[in-house]
């Protein structure tokens, strides 16, 4: 069985950084894309950033130049450092990614974790 555990969220101020970390674990046998996605109250999910399994990233417009995205590919975990935090990235972030396991190639997602961004 294949998990995806988030750890990093938390209350910040205005202006500052968070660094999420998301870490599949289970009978992995190859991780491809990776992804972080935020849902805020009241609004749809949103891609945040991704990154696939060659390296290529991807960002939402709203983060762009705050945001980086990076993976560690022995530790199959995936990560999310966002610096000039705002309000309006207050959300709950969720970790996503394509894994191969015993099961077959499918998606997988986080539990999520809080960032809420003080003013």
């Known amino acids: 069985q294949v998990q995806l555990v988030e750890s990093g969220g938390g209350l910040v101020q205005a202006g500052g950084s968070l660094r999420l970390s998301c870490a599949a674990s289970g009978t992995i046998f190859s991780v491809g894309d990776m992804g972080w996605y935020r849902q805020a109250p009241g609004k749809q999910r949103e891609l945040v950033a991704n990154i696939t399994s060659g390296g290529m990233t991807n960002y939402a417009d709203s983060v762009k130049g705050r945001t980086t995205i990076s993976r560690d590919y022995a530790k199959n975990t995936v990560y999310l450092q966002m610096n000039s935090l705002k309000v309006e990235d207050t959300a709950v972030y969720y970790c996503?990614?394509?894994?191969?396991?015993?099961?077959?190639?499918?998606?997988?997602w986080g539990q999520g974790t809080q960032v809420t961004v003080s003013s």
């Open positions: 996503n990614a394509v894994v191969g396991a015993t099961t077959g190639w499918r998606g997988y």
